[in-house]
């Protein structure tokens, strides 16, 4: 099993940046796809991005396409989401995911979950 710790949530003016890391443990990082979700008050755990064993294997939920960034590194058994032209509506907190299936923005399965950072989006 692997165990996974987000950091770099925060709170944010509409329009500004944040990075999220996901640092996990073990030596079989790389066998990993790795996703984040967030959650909002009273919502469901929605996928934002995932991404398989390269960096060229992305993939992006819709309302995010185009501001926010996955990428991993491999040596440091790290994932991070760049989350750029932040918006209210993605005021949630944000969960990394770990699964040895491949990874689509339709979902991931077999998940390891990390305890969640919050993010907060002010307007």
């Known amino acids: 099993q692997v165990q996974l710790v987000e950091s770099g949530g925060g709170l944010v003016q509409a329009g500004g940046s944040l990075r999220l890391s996901c640092a996990a443990s073990?030596?079989?990082?790389?066998?990993?796809?790795m996703g984040w979700f967030r959650q909002a008050p009273g919502k469901g755990r929605d996928i934002v991005a995932v991404?398989?064993?390269?960096?060229?294997?992305?993939d992006y939920a819709d309302s995010v396409k185009g501001r926010f960034t996955i990428s991993r590194d491999n040596a440091k058994n790290t994932v991070y989401l760049q989350m750029n032209s932040l918006k209210p509506e993605d005021t949630a907190v944000y969960y990394c995911?770990?699964?040895?299936?491949?990874?689509?923005?339709?979902?991931?399965?077999?998940?390891?979950w990390g305890q969640g950072t919050q993010v907060t989006v002010s307007s």
């Open positions: 995911a770990a699964s040895l299936s491949p990874a689509t923005k339709r979902g991931m399965r077999n998940v390891y």
């Open positions: 073990g030596r079989s990082f790389s066998s990993y796809a």
């Open positions: 991404i398989n064993w390269s960096d060229d294997d992305t």
